[in-house]
């Protein structure tokens, strides 16, 4: 009896280990993107994209490493917070740390849809000279030559659901900003990857997306189980995709939200350095 009460003892606290390990500890997602329309000035320009937060606090260590990837810009593609145990202050903490490293892009994500108090995050965001990137596109520049990031609200921000209103209303955005920002090399950022199609079609680059969490858990060889609006074992789920001249990226996120448990799925961070042709 005190052998399988041992042997249960030590199972539990190596799978607690394992939980804690998968969950905390930070990996580093590498790209390079080459386009022939990327300028000169822009070889080597570092994009580090953070995704899917929700609240988790790393105490600091999360801004250490991406203060050791040596970024160009930092984007945050949604879910900053967690509707279901918002603390506007632990966001604050991070933005603090990052804005001395970079400069930074934020979208939303469905989650701050869904929260009264957005108003007062974005303020937050807005002190600390974060660009929330609402329906808009920026120029970022470089001897004299440009690259664009456009950001707009996830789909929920969009009206309902029902007949696919939200997404055929965000379509129409995406193409009026997709008509006003140039012809230039164009970075877009917006919360779902399932919606690819609208992407590429309204002739973006390169996209940064998040939302699908990795699939949540990861199995080898087979990649993410479940992801929201997508179901099981999603396209979509992370790493790199193309489509016509799209190239997406899919970060697996960095925290957790209903679901409060990653497996075989470590906190995820996204380098992307820019390569011309
Ligand atoms: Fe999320």
Same mark, same amino acid.
């Given at each position: 009896?005190?052998?399988?009460?041992?042997?249960?003892?030590?199972?539990?606290?190596?799978?607690?280990?394992?939980?804690?390990?998968?969950?905390?500890?930070?990996?580093?997602?590498?790209?390079?993107?080459?386009?022939?329309?990327?300028?000169?000035?822009?070889?080597?320009?570092?994009?580090?994209? $953070? %995704?899917?937060?929700?609240?988790?606090?790393?105490?600091?260590? $999360?801004?250490?490493?991406?203060?050791?990837?040596?970024?160009?810009?930092?984007?945050?593609?949604?879910?900053?917070?967690? %509707?279901?145990?918002?603390?506007? %202050?632990?966001?604050?903490?991070?933005?603090?740390?990052?804005?001395?490293?970079?400069?930074?892009?934020?979208?939303?994500?469905?989650?701050?849809?869904?929260?009264?108090? !957005?108003?007062?995050?974005?303020?937050? /965001?807005?002190?600390? =000279?974060?660009?929330?990137?609402?329906?808009?596109?920026?120029?970022?520049?470089?001897?004299?030559?440009?690259?664009?990031?456009?950001?707009?609200?996830?789909?929920?921000?969009?009206? &309902?659901?029902? $007949?696919?209103?939200?997404?055929?209303?965000? &379509?129409?955005?995406?193409?009026?900003?997709?008509?006003?920002? =140039?012809?230039? +090399?164009?970075?877009?950022? %917006?919360?779902?990857?399932? /919606?690819?199609?609208? !992407?590429?079609?309204?002739? !973006?680059? $390169?996209?940064?997306?998040?939302?699908?969490?990795?699939?949540?858990?990861?199995?080898?060889?087979?990649? =993410?189980?479940?992801?929201?609006?997508?179901?099981?074992?999603?396209? !979509?789920?992370?790493?790199?995709?193309?489509?016509?001249?799209?190239?997406?990226?899919?970060?697996?996120?960095?925290?957790?939200? /209903? +679901?409060?448990?990653?497996? =075989?799925?470590?906190?995820?961070?996204?380098?992307?350095?820019?390569?011309?042709?």
């Amino acid at each position: 009896m005190k052998k399988i009460i041992a042997c249960v003892c030590i199972t539990a606290i190596a799978a607690g280990g394992y939980l804690y390990w998968g969950n905390n500890s930070l990996t580093v997602s590498r790209y390079t993107i080459e386009n022939v329309k990327i300028p000169k000035s822009f070889d080597g320009f570092k994009i580090v994209q $953070l %995704s899917d937060i929700h609240n988790k606090d790393f105490g600091g260590r $999360l801004s250490e490493k991406v203060k050791e990837l040596l970024p160009d810009i930092i984007v945050i593609t949604g879910d900053l917070i967690d %509707s279901r145990k918002t603390d506007i %202050s632990v966001a604050e903490k991070l933005i603090a740390e990052l804005k001395s490293i970079a400069p930074i892009y934020y979208i939303t994500g469905n989650h701050e849809s869904r929260i009264e108090a !957005y108003p007062e995050l974005r303020a937050v /965001l807005e002190k600390h =000279g974060a660009a929330v990137l609402d329906g808009k596109t920026v120029d970022i520049e470089r001897n004299g030559e440009k690259i664009t990031v456009t950001g707009i609200d996830d789909t929920t921000f969009f009206g &309902s659901a029902v $007949l696919d209103e939200s997404k055929i209303i965000f &379509s129409q955005k995406l193409k009026e900003l997709a008509e006003n920002r =140039g012809d230039g +090399f164009g970075i877009l950022l %917006s919360h779902r990857p399932e /919606l690819i199609d609208i !992407y590429a079609e309204h002739g !973006y680059d $390169l996209a940064f997306t998040g939302h699908a969490h990795g699939g949540q858990i990861r199995l080898p060889f087979v990649g =993410g189980v479940l992801t929201p609006n997508q179901g099981f074992f999603p396209e !979509y789920d992370a790493g790199e995709f193309k489509k016509d001249g799209l190239t997406m990226l899919v970060s697996r996120g960095l925290g957790n939200s /209903l +679901f409060p448990f990653r497996i =075989g799925n470590r906190p995820d961070i996204v380098l992307c350095e820019l390569k011309g042709e």
